[in-house]
């Protein structure tokens, strides 16, 4: 009797198992993106529109990077997420491994033209545009301010200590940069032997002034407390800190490098025309220019920059002025040497 | 009188012992089984995994199949042969329809970095038609392809079983012959690294001694409510999130921190002293947070250790100091021994401190593990490291046991 009642028991959670496993998913389409206000603002401008539109429902998660967890959900099988807001590194890495489905551009309203360059690709479409600039506090700095990486290095004119990220990643093209050469031309020389002895013999100047910072909180922090004059910093949390803290901090635009973070659609998607229609959505230019109401990242349909406000475009790595004078990163040349440049970077910092 | 009885002699008596023996010890066993089963599926295995993920590796044998199995036969004389150049285009020209090459691209650009482009690079441009010759085809794609060094890392990543992750993490290398040297003195890092994640460890614990020792013995030997206030002081921070109390020491040590402040009000310094994002902010925040781990069993030690002993010393004619350095100091080392051994452990391992409050070169191992585990995805590397960092720690508890004896040792 016993031991009925548990094969039953047995057999009712193993029906039940199975059923779960059999659903194909609990939503029409979930959608991972960054989390936190972030995701707040993607929510009310993306996320909950097209669901009310489409009468659909969409289930929402975070991403907190790496390939490896994209990896894992698309060779599992059905994977748990069906779009994924990914930053370019894990674009190409993912693109190559075939975890993306191919983007057909027949299938969005929009044409590869219709977006800024860089941003529409073979494996996914660029959402947001966000870049590191040269930043400082406006209200600690009297007579002229800084406006180049060059100025970066002047410890005479702006005394004090500087800010970089730990690393070789960016640092390398802002030294090159402060030492003259044009921003159209970093990332062929970086491509060299001499042009990375020549960054790092740039670093060299400045080596005992900065101060590494580790996460994207940190450099506001330090300018706020004085801890450094001049730092490199993302132009979003900049002006996010002007509207939250109230501060006065203040970005330059020439000599910045911006990146796209991009939506993707996992491979063993059901649905990938719905996954395209939202990707659509998503891209639709007024709807894009929304977004740097909630937070300062620029758009990436290249029709988005007329409907931005003027009180908007001046933060904006996608606004002409600013996007004239800046470099896009360069991920295929960091996936292919962030090992041995970084190991490079720290023989330099323990020399 | 006896006691002798039918069922308390002989045999009997016997089975009746065997089966109770055999009843407690399966009693034992059920119930030690449920923590013997946790450590091995959720420590032991993870553990082998790790040290297989270093040694072993799969990615080129089975993204370039053809070639793993003919790029063995080149001699190393020259370059290899046309049938080896023609593996390697149709391994290229079905991995890329197929979607198969990012994992030799990855494993090959981890030892020779520009690998990718060489891979990607040529499969590219390659299409179905044989040529007249997979060679001159090749090298014209990429001239790397005609680079004994290129081809020899491809040789040997053919094979999953490698030592090149482990060789790595010790600056060595293979050369072309095969032969294990150790890298030149400008290339290399990990050795330094090490030594500089000892030297961390070893300073923390020396500093956590010296400042932990006699706040343990004020509470061993102070009453009442002052011990309980010194507790709660001693554990609060222990209590607190790591995060928080390095957010905090920021506030005190920053150039316009309270230290800084508090230093130049007094006339000390004009201008403010470094006092974070180098060495010494590393080592104070990681010595403060580690404390705790001192004091507790340094306390327990002493609570334990009769006044009565220093007296007696004292009375048949000991100073203080002798009698302190003599008597009171041995019955403390098991209690220095657990306390050394368990901050040196936990800060040998240390990676959020140094990263928040550490200059560039005060980073440890465990920043090392994850760059290559969580950025660049190098887990043979990580996994080389990790099997690094775990030896360490290993080394140093065998040394432990041999000096102090493990049972001797008081936790707490």
């Known amino acids: ?351 | 009188m006896t006691v002798s009885g039918p069922d308390t002699t002989g045999p009997e008596l016997r089975a009746r012992l065997r089966r109770s023996r055999r009843r407690s010890t399966l009693i034992s066993v059920g119930l030690v089984a449920p923590v013997v089963l946790f450590l091995v599926v959720f420590f032991v295995v993870p553990i082998v995994q790790m040290l297989g993920v270093s040694v072993y590796d799969r990615s080129v044998s089975d993204g370039m199949p053809r070639t793993a199995a003919v790029i063995g036969t080149w001699d190393r004389d020259g370059l290899p042969g046309e049938h080896v150049y023609a593996a390697i285009a149709e391994d290229l020209i079905e991995g890329q329809a197929e979607r198969a090459l990012a994992g030799p691209a990855r494993r090959l650009n981890q030892e020779l970095s520009g690998y990718r482009t060489v891979i990607f690079g040529t499969a590219r441009g390659l299409s179905e038609e044989p040529p007249e010759s997979w060679r001159e085809t090749l090298i014209e794609a990429d001239e790397r392809w005609g680079d004994p060094a290129h081809l020899v890392v491809l040789q040997r990543a053919v094979n999953p079983l490698t030592d090149y992750f482990m060789l790595y993490a010790l600056d060595m290398e293979r050369d072309i012959e095969d032969a294990i040297r150790l890298q030149d003195s400008d290339e290399r890092l990990f050795l330094g690294l090490i030594q500089r994640t000892l030297t961390i460890a070893v300073t923390v614990t020396l500093v956590c001694l010296a400042m932990g020792y006699p706040v343990a013995f004020l509470l061993a030997n102070i009453g009442g409510s002052l011990r309980y206030a010194l507790l709660v002081l001693v554990l609060l921070p222990f209590w607190t999130s790591l995060l928080v109390r390095t957010a905090a020491w920021i506030v005190v040590l920053q150039s316009e921190g309270i230290a800084n402040t508090f230093l130049m009000w007094a006339g000390f310094t004009h201008e403010p002293i470094r006092m974070i994002y180098n060495r010494f902010g590393t080592i104070v925040v990681m010595s403060q947070v580690l404390l705790p781990f001192m004091i507790l069993p340094l306390y327990a030690v002493m609570s334990g250790i009769s006044h009565w002993n220093m007296r007696a010393a004292q009375s048949l004619g000991a100073t203080f100091s002798t009698a302190f350095r003599r008597v009171y100091v041995p019955q403390t080392l098991p209690g220095v021994a657990a306390g050394t051994l368990l901050v040196f452990m936990l800060s040998v391992g240390y990676y959020i401190t140094p990263a928040l409050v550490g200059g560039a070169s005060d980073q440890m191992l465990s920043y090392f593990i994850a760059f290559y585990a969580n950025e660049t995805v190098n887990w043979g590397l990580a996994a080389a490291l990790g099997t690094v960092l775990m030896v360490i720690v290993l080394t140093m508890f065998l040394i432990y046991n041999w000096i102090f004896g493990l049972d001797r040792m008081k936790l707490s």
Request: charged fraction near 25%.
């Open chain 1, 1 to 351: 009797m016993r031991k009925a009642v548990t094969t039953s028991a047995l057999a009712a959670t193993t029906a039940l198992a199975a059923g779960a496993l059999a659903t194909p998913a609990l939503a029409d389409l979930t959608i991972a993106s960054w989390g936190g206000s972030y995701q707040d603002a993607q929510r009310t401008l993306y996320f909950e529109p097209f669901a009310e539109e489409r009468g659909i429902s969409i289930i929402e998660d975070d991403f907190v990077g790496g390939i490896g967890g994209l990896r894992a959900q698309v060779t599992g099988g059905a994977p748990n997420w069906n779009i994924v807001q990914v930053e370019s590194e894990e674009l190409i890495l993912g693109c190559e491994e075939g975890l993306f489905v191919l983007i057909d551009y027949d299938m969005l309203e929009y044409d590869e033209d219709d977006f800024i360059e860089g941003a529409a690709t073979e494996c996914g479409v660029g959402n947001i545009v966000w870049s590191k600039v040269l930043g400082y506090d406006a209200d600690r700095i009297e007579g002229d301010t800084p406006e180049s990486w060059a100025d970066f290095w002047d410890l005479e004119t702006w005394p004090g200590q500087r800010g970089l990220r730990r690393g070789a990643q960016y640092n390398l093209e802002f030294a090159l940069m402060a030492d003259g050469v044009p921003a159209d031309e970093v990332y062929d020389l970086l491509r060299t032997e001499e042009g990375v002895d020549r960054a790092f013999e740039k670093l060299d100047e400045i080596r005992d002034d900065v101060t590494w910072w580790e996460a994207g909180a940190q450099p506001l922090q330090m300018l706020a407390s004085g801890e450094v004059a001049l730092t490199s910093v993302y132009n979003g949390r900049l002006t996010g800190s002007n509207r939250a803290e109230g501060t006065n901090f203040a970005g330059v635009w020439p000599g910045s490098i911006y990146a796209i973070d991009s939506w993707v659609i996992l491979e063993g998607t059901p649905d990938v025309e719905l996954a395209h229609d939202f990707i659509s959505f998503a891209s639709h230019p007024e709807r894009q220019a929304q977004l740097p109401e909630y937070i300062a990242y620029g758009a990436t349909h290249a029709g988005a920059d007329e409907y931005i406000s003027d009180e908007d475009a001046p933060h904006l790595p996608t606004t002409p002025e600013n996007l004239e004078v800046a470099i896009e990163f360069d991920t295929e040349f960091w996936v292919e040497n962030i090992e041995a440049l970084n190991e490079r970077f720290d023989r330099w910092a323990a020399r």
